[in-house]
């Protein structure tokens, strides 16, 4: 985060007009400089004779976002509230109520609204004497959803106008303010604030320089309901959709396909078979345009197998909608080792178009949502077989946060969901699955849930399921049949244990998640169970909350469990080696890792009087060098520059700016590494270059010096995915030569080369390699 274009401008013209402008992007939010800057242009404009009035704005068409979100987490980071609310009253009260005081002052202040004017911007344009708003302005207090009142005195503001006067109102509120933003419903909303933002960033997707190709047309082939859901979703967006008839007459396998020869993307929704979408995914491989992305909503089935009969792997991916699809938030895309990267990024794009939240996960069973809820819906069941009634377990969820409980789901899902579905979780982690007979028992009893009406809850017109009582004897047999009752008496347990019976198991599947990579990072799992399975925002999301509870209480609570009831509870490795370690499951990564750590070190350094300053130098650090990451089993800090980036000489050197961070004591703890870019990929270039960045971070040795990619481009190329016209043929037996010069110079400690993937993928590189 640059701190470079976060100013407040003033401009006075010859008519005593001082144009006061916020400039911070993208949404001009109030960051603490920015505050700072309003009072001291305040203070000036209404010093100065030639000032005659005021007018506030912002720049770029936005007047205000409101108040920074950073600061919000920073100091649930680093429990710093100073950093807080000295700064509301010092805006409300030395800017607006003190001796420069607009609404005392002669001078009239206008607030001149464009575009947003949010939260703590709204309030200051409450501040003003008066507002004008261009049309289409939006103005509102959203902070509530951020889990705080509104603090820059926005609430007294309105009654003042009317004639209250309000300094200890003010300071009340200011104290309320400070309490809630320090509470954990603030805490768990910041966190799906930040959280949905990050889905957008995907590494080495969405960061590579690709544009959204357009997507005109789509073709949704299957008219259940999740087709007409998604139908419905597209056209809800005016993008234009073949018609979903089509689709019904596919599933009778007689498509007529000419219609598929100009569609941009198609979206397969047919029943979960196999076979059946393996032959659409060959035919329309042969009926659609070359540049055509082939979708599939499947919520189970390997990508791979959907697309093993057709020679379009780059192109497949999936489309995942939770029902009902033009309702549901979330749209899960999951992408194969082989699904390109332009092809994500389409399908992002029309995700937001279609106003969903796209994230991107990998291919495995049931993908990241399905695969961490499945032992939710498990261990609900397990608990039911141990004797743990189900309306208290759904009672229990509900007063959790969740809309309805495990039971409920089941019944309104649908029978034939859960058991096909069981089933195929059953197959994929045998070692983790309770088989438990009782919705077959249920069907069995002519029950289908809400579909009939008839579930473990009763469903009439107009009223509210109600349980039913009735169904108490299918699941005594259910119980006779597992037989898993210790001594043959129901368990006895609490209200909370049953709440975390259900749950950990969840976020023991969520560890396997990350730890398997299928996401990106952990708090891609927090907006998903928000979004996708309706875990209640104000928890933050499942990863986030399990932290707020504690690793180690989660895995002595499961390893407890797997020793009394079986191996479903048994906790995973990850969740085991964060739980013993102390650390916490999100691992945060480069720059919120490097945040976190300077929150930690802040905390244990108590010398640090302003962690703003600290947080600047660290932000140069990091701008600097471009990534950070601090792998936190290993407690090493990872510096990683590229040899095409100019860097700025540092003005120390880089182990003393760490030290001084309190990040490392000595150069020991720091690996630094450093990439040859394609550019310097010649074999005269890679000494001059190792040197040259070595003279620009004022370092003595690199622990890893890497080829970065192995290929050579011509001078000034920085395109990723390489052009291939910039490509040069390598000689890669020299380089790799001249990269070995580098060690016995006692320049680097050790040499590699880090990224062959990405370029494994393209002919050239087939061709050079
Ligand atoms: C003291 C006061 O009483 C308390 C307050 O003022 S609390 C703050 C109140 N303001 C809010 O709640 C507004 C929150 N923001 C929003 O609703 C939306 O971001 C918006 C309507 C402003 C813009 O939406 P949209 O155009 O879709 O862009 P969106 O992707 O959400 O945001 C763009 C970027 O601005 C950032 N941003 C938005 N509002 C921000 C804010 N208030 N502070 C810091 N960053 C903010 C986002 O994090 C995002 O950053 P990224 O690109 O690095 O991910």
């Known amino acids: ?96 109520e003190g001796p420069y005081n607009i609404l005392n002052a002669k001078k009239p202040a206008v607030a001149a609204i464009e575009g947003l004017a949010l939260g703590g911007g709204l309030e200051l344009t409450m501040g003003c004497h008066a507002r004008i708003a261009a049309p289409k302005a939006q103005l509102g207090l959203p902070e509530l959803t951020l889990g705080v009142l509104p603090g820059f005195g926005g609430t007294q503001r309105l009654p003042r106008l009317v004639g209250l006067s309000k300094a200890v109102e003010m300071m009340l509120e200011a104290k309320v303010f400070k309490e809630l933003v320090l509470s954990d419903t603030s805490r768990g909303l910041v966190n799906v604030f930040f959280a949905q933002r990050a889905t957008s960033k995907v590494p080495n997707v969405t960061d590579i320089g690709l544009k959204p190709r357009a997507v005109k047309k789509v073709a949704v082939i299957g008219g259940g309901l999740m087709g007409s859901g998604i139908t419905t979703a597209l056209i809800l967006s005016n993008i234009y959709v073949d018609k979903a008839d ?52 499947t919520s189970t089935i390997d990508l791979n197998v959907v697309g093993e009969k ?18 549901m938030p979330l749209l899960e895309i999951v992408r194969t080792e082989k699904t390109s990267a332009q092809t994500i990024v389409d399908l992002m794009t029309v995700g937001k178009i279609i106003k969903k939240v796209p994230v991107v996960v990998g291919n495995c069973t049931g993908f990241a949502v399905n695969r961490t809820f499945f032992p939710y819906t498990q261990s609900a069941q397990l608990l039911v077989n141990l004797g743990v009634d189900v309306f208290r377990i759904d009672r229990l969820i509900t007063s959790f946060g969740l809309p309805m409980g495990p039971f409920q789901l089941q019944d309104l899902a649908g029978y034939g969901v859960a058991l096909a579905v069981g089933k195929e979780f059953a197959d994929a982690f045998p070692d983790r699955t309770f088989r438990s007979p009782l919705v077959q028992l249920l069907v069995n009893n002519g029950r289908n849930g809400k579909n009939n009406g008839k579930g473990y809850y009763l469903y009439e017109k107009g009223s509210k399921p109600k349980p039913d009582p009735s169904v108490l004897p299918i699941i005594e047999e259910c119980r006779r049949i597992t037989n898993i009752l210790p001594g043959g008496k129901p368990i006895s347990v609490t209200d909370q244990e049953i709440v975390e019976m259900v749950l950990f198991p969840v976020v023991n599947e969520a560890c396997r998640v990350m730890d398997e990579g299928v996401v990106v990072r952990a708090s891609d799992l927090d907006i998903a169970s928000v979004l996708g399975m309706s875990f209640p925002s104000y928890r933050g999301g499942i990863v986030f909350w399990a932290d707020t509870v504690g690793p180690n209480h989660i895995y002595t609570s499961l390893k407890k469990w797997s020793e009394l009831y079986g191996k479903f509870y048994k906790p995973s490795r990850f969740l085991e080696e964060r739980a013993t370690k102390g650390i916490p499951l999100t691992p945060v990564s480069s720059n919120e890792q490097a945040q976190y750590n300077l929150a930690a070190a802040s905390k244990a350094s108590q010398q640090w009087p302003n962690v703003t300053e600290k947080q600047s130098l660290f932000e140069a650090v990091v701008e600097g060098t471009e990534d950070f990451a601090t792998p936190l089993l290993k407690g090493d800090v990872v510096v990683t520059s590229w040899s095409n980036r100019n860097f700025p000489i540092a003005e120390k050197p880089l ?68 052009k291939t016209e910039d490509i040069v043929p390598m000689d890669f037996k020299s380089v790799w030569e001249a990269m070995e010069d580098c060690p016995r110079q006692g320049l680097t400690k050790s040499i590699g080369i880090s990224r062959i993937e990405p370029i494994l993928a393209t002919k050239e590189a087939e061709r050079l390699l």
């Not at 020679?311 to 497949?316: E, G, L, P, T, V």
Request: proline content about 6%.
């Open 246 to 297: 089509k689709a019904i007459s596919m599933l009778k396998g007689v498509l007529d396909y000419s219609e598929f020869r100009d569609v941009d993307m198609v979206i397969e929704a047919v029943i979960e078979k196999v076979p059946l979408k393996q032959k659409i995914f060959s035919e329309i491989e042969k009926a659609c345009p070359p540049h055509c992305i082939l979708a599939t909503n």
């Open 1 to 96: 985060m640059s701190m470079a274009g976060v100013r407040v401008t003033m401009e006075v013209g010859i008519d005593g007009v001082a144009i006061i402008t916020i400039c911070n992007p993208p949404v001009n939010s109030l960051a603490i400089p920015i505050i700072a800057g309003l009072k001291e242009k305040f203070e000036e404009a209404m010093r100065r004779d030639d000032v005659k009035a005021i007018v506030l704005t912002g720049n770029a068409g936005k007047f205000s976002g409101g108040f920074d979100i950073n600061v919000f987490q920073n100091v649930h980071k680093t429990g710093n509230i100073s950093i807080l609310p000295d700064v509301s009253i010092d805006l409300v009260v030395n800017t607006i």
């Open 655 to 722: 182990p003393v700016m760490y030290q001084e961070l309190g990040l490392v004591k000595s150069r020991d703890e720091l690996f630094i590494t450093s990439k040859l870019w394609g550019t310097d990929c010649h074999p005269q270039l890679v000494l001059p270059t190792l040197q040259k960045t070595l003279r620009e971070l004022k370092l003595e040795y690199l622990d890893l010096f890497l080829i970065h990619w192995p290929i050579s481009m011509k001078p000034g190329a920085t395109e990723i995915p390489p």
């Open 310 to 327: 057709t020679s379009s792997q780059d192109r497949i991916i999936g489309a995942h909608f939770f029902s009902p699809a033009h309702v």
